[in-house]
Antibody, heavy 120, light 112 residues
Framework: EVQLVESGGGLVQPGRSLRLSCAAS????????MHWVRQAPGKGLEWVSG????????GYADSVKGRFTISRDNAKNSLYLQMNSLRAEDTALYYC?????????????WGQGTLVTVSS | QPVLTQSSSASASLGSSVKLTCTLS???????IAWHQQQPGKAPRYLMK???????NKGSGVPDRFSGSSSGADRYLTISNLQSEDEADYYC??????????FGGGTKLTVL
């Protein structure tokens, strides 16, 4: 069974940094691209970033470009999101998600999410 | 980059059918999309991948009541024999070769 377990969320002040992690199990991690998708309270889904199986292809939403960095460690079956210069509008539930393919081709499986709250 | 447009809400009676629409922006009418369901208080769930030809591939455990179809730039999700547990938000998603993914704004389905 595919499992994606996010961690690292919490309350952080504006302008500070936070690093999210996602532990993957139940599938061959380095066979799939991975994503971070967020959902602000009461709002819809917003794709944040995606990374191909070998980290050779990476993409970001315009809203986070230059502030967030996605990475993966295939040896540890883990996905990360380094979030810098956080803003109030980054407050959201952050989902780790598995793609359908090795390259970014759309979300297939979702984690349960970790909550990030940016507030002073 | 593609844009996906969905109606904000829809409603239908228990036991009836409903057809939700997701429209691709100009120049992207051939794109493949995916449908996801998000029940209240839960994480999203993948339903299916849907091609411009109308061919679709459902995720594991998705009931036969869920089906997909396409016409031009429109992609449809049809739910037959509506059940109370189908009351949820439904999102379409697409992607392009530039490592870019986008979700539609979502449709809130109410089962009457």
């Amino acid at each position: 069974e595919v499992q994606l377990v996010e961690s690292g969320g919490g309350l952080v002040q504006p302008g500070r940094s936070l690093r999210l992690s996602c532990a993957a199990s139940g599938f061959t991690f380095d066979d799939y691209a991975m994503h971070w998708v967020r959902q602000a309270p009461g709002k819809g889904l917003e794709w944040v970033s995606g990374i191909s199986w070998n980290s050779g292809s990476i993409g970001y939403a315009d809203s986070v470009k230059g502030r967030f960095t996605i990475s993966r460690d295939n040896a540890k079956n883990s996905l990360y999101l380094q979030m810098n210069s956080l803003r109030a509008e980054d407050t959201a539930l952050y989902y780790c998600a598995k793609d359908q393919f090795t390259m970014v081709r759309g979300v297939k499986t979702w984690g349960q999410g970790t909550l990030v709250t940016v507030s002073s | 980059q593609p844009v996906l447009t969905q109606s904000s809400s829809a409603s239908a009676s228990l036991g009836s059918s409903v057809k939700l629409t997701c429209t691709l922006s100009s120049g992207h009418s051939s794109y493949i999309i995916a449908w996801h369901q998000q029940q209240p208080g839960k994480a999203p769930r993948y339903l299916m991948k849907l091609e411009g030809s109308g061919s679709y591939n459902k995720g594991s455990g998705v009931p036969d009541r869920f089906s997909g179809s396409s016409s031009g730039a429109d992609r449809y999700l049809t739910i037959s024999n509506l059940q109370s547990e189908d009351e949820a938000d439904y999102y379409c998603e697409t992607w392009d070769s530039n490592t870019y993914v986008v979700f539609g704004g979502g449709t809130k389905l109410t089962v009457l």
